[in-house]
Structure formats: structure tokens, C-alpha cells
């Protein structure tokens, strides 16, 4: 079985198992604050030049930092990897697995980027979620501008997007993690110790040193703080946080090689 194969197969059961369904919580819990808001049950503050009307990549970037800042959605992704591997090993799934596929390096990795690629369409789901809520219940609304584009001074749709996306790369890099410790532990133990540097990462992005300038969220940090960042520093984090994944990925393959599966 190829590794195309594997991730196709990871895929399709991920859509058959009820444990997938928490990845729809961000979606759900962005209509919830989208029509909170609107009926004045919830307060989300966010300056936007003097009106205090949002336009909506401005709306989709306050709702998107309530459910980010409050470590939602990494809680949810990380919960999700732990069922996706460390679930399987510890309730002898993944042998059956096994026992079509020879190389066991084939597995890992399938099973990572299917998790990823569940990641990603998610993501961009609870984003589409949150534009169509907005059009829904707030752009008619005094609050609401009914434009698309962000209104905010020096903050355009594109510094959103880029913020946005320099979180997911941490994403790859916590997933990368998850997996590694669920060699280990039990699902709930790398749940809790992903969750334990999760935040120990975000603590980090608040910092202003030489470590917390090699991780894609101090920048992400820097473009909701200034509005921009320099280019050159942020394709860097990027790339150390890539190839610090895959150092993650290749040391659980070899750990994976040598652990008896029962």
C-alpha cells in the first residue's frame, strides 16, 4: 500500500469515526458568537479606526482570535491527532494496519498528513463558517459595513490571512509532537503534554528574544500587534518550524520501527 493509499484510507475512516465530529465545535461556536453578538448577548471589542463598525475579514479575525486565543482550536486538533495514533496503538488498531503495510515509516506519515490535511480543511471550514455568519446575522446590522474586505487602519485582509496562516504552521509543528509522544503515553498523557507546550509556545510568542523569533507565532503576534512584518524573518520561522517537524517525524519513525505493537 502506497503512502497516497494510506492517507486516502485514513481519510475515509476519520469521516466514519464520531470522534471527528469535535472538529466541527470551532464551526459551531462561531455561529453561536456571530449571532450572540448580534443580539447583544456577547461583547467583542476590536478597534477599527473610529467607527467600531466591522467589515467582515474584520468580524472573521475577532471571532478567529476568541477561539485561537483561548487555545480552542489547538486544544481540539491536538485531542484529535492523540485519537488518530497514540488511540490507535493503544487499542491494537493500528495492526491491522500493520499487517498490510511493510514499512511502518509508510504509516506514520500517512497517518500525519491525513491528520494534516483534516487540519487544514477544518480550518478553512470554521473560517468560511464564520464569513457566512457574518453575512447572515451582522452585516445588516448597525455594526456591520456588509464589505468583505478589512476596514481596519493598516490591517489589511491579507495581514488576516497571513496571521492566520502563521498559527496553522504551528499546527503542523504540535501534531509532529502529538505523535511523538503517543509513542509513549496513552491518549489522555499526550493529550495533556501537548496542551502543557502548547501554551508553554504561546507564552514564548509573547516574548521578545531570539527563540520566540524562530516560531511562526511571535510573527503572527507582530502583524496583529503592528499590522506587518518583515518578510525574510517570517519565511525563516516558517522553515524552522518545517524541517523541525520532519526531524520530529523521522525520530517517532525510527522509534515506531523498533516498538512492539501488541
Known amino acids: 500500500m502506497s503512502l497516497a493509499q494510506v492517507i486516502k484510507t485514513e481519510l475515509y475512516k476519520n469521516s466514519r469515526r464520531k470522534s471527528s465530529l469535535m472538529l466541527f465545535i470551532p464551526m459551531l461556536l462561531a455561529i453561536v458568537v456571530t449571532f450572540g453578538y448580534a443580539h447583544g448577548v456577547i461583547e467583542l471589542n476590536l478597534i477599527t479606526g473610529d467607527t ?5 475579514m474584520d468580524f472573521v479575525f475577532i471571532v478567529w482570535n476568541v477561539l ?3 487555545g480552542i482550536i489547538g486544544i481540539l ?3 484529535f491527532a492523540a485519537f ?3 488511540g490507535e496503538i493503544e487499542r491494537g488498531q493500528i495492526k491491522l494496519m500493520l499487517l498490510r503495510i511493510r514499512k511502518r515509516s509508510t504509516v506514520v506519515w500517512g497517518k500525519y498528513l491525513a491528520v494534516i490535511i483534516a487540519t487544514v480543511v477544518f480550518v478553512v471550514g470554521t473560517i468560511l463558517v464564520c464569513i457566512g455568519s457574518y ?5 445588516r446590522l448597525p455594526m456591520g459595513t456588509g464589505m468583505f474586505a478589512s476596514t481596519m487602519d493598516g490591517f489589511s485582509t491579507i495581514n488576516i490571512l497571513s496571521s492566520i496562516a502563521l498559527q496553522m504552521m504551528m499546527y503542523l509543528l504540535l501534531i509532529g509532537i502529538t505523535f511523538l509522544v503517543g509513542l509513549f503515553a ?10 502543557v507546550i502548547m501554551y508553554a509556545g504561546n507564552y514564548l510568542a509573547g516574548a521578545e528574544n531570539f527563540v520566540s523569533r524562530l516560531f511562526p507565532n511571535y510573527w503572527s503576534n507582530q502583524i496583529i500587534l503592528n499590522g506587518t512584518a518583515s518578510t525574510i524573518p517570517v519565511l525563516t520561522s516558517v522553515f524552522v518550524v518545517v ?10 519513525t525510527i522509534f515506531f520501527e523498533k516498538q512492539d505493537i501488541k
Open 243 to 252: 524541517v523541525l517537524t520532519v526531524i520530529l517525524m523521522s525520530v517517532t
Open 84 to 86: 488518530q495514533f497514540s
Open 52 to 56: 467600531g463598525i466591522y467589515s467582515c
Open 186 to 195: 496513552n491518549p489522555f498523557v499526550t493529550f495533556i503534554l501537548t496542551i
Open 77 to 79: 486538533l491536538i485531542l
Open 68 to 70: 485561537s486565543g483561548l
Open 135 to 139: 453575512y447572515l446575522f451582522v452585516s
